[in-house]
């Protein structure tokens, strides 16, 4: 069930990445932000953002940070899904109500921008 995380904790492969991430000496949360969301864009798949990254990402966590990171990463995996063009139900609601695109993402970054401040400001305090 958990086979790539395995695999990452058995070959040590999680903290090679966590410290490859940290020598870029960007903040930590700009990591879980970002990965899960490119994922999920990339896909269009929650769990294809949550099931690639967080395996990754928690090696940058620590026991008194570690709920709220991930709990950030999974909401920006389902942000990227949100905003994919992948993501078949934003497909076929579009072709179903014929709306434009550039119309149907004003109004979604509305709606993923507040679904996602609450997040990063529980993370960062």
Known sequence: MYYFANILESTGANEAVASSLSALHLP???FFIALPFVVSM???LTQAGVGTSLP???GLT???NRVAMLNLAFIFAFIGVMASPTHLCLILSRDYF???AGALYNKLFMAVFVVGL???V???F
Request: proline share 10%; charged share 10%; hydrophobic share 60%.
């Open 56 to 58: 990754l990402l928690i």
């Open 62 to 64: 620590t026991p008194a």
């Open 28 to 30: 930590t949360i700009v």
């Open 42 to 44: 990339i896909t269009g």
């Open 98 to 100: 014929e709306a434009r």
């Open 118 to 120: 609450l997040p990063v």
């Open 122 to 124: 529980l993370a960062l």
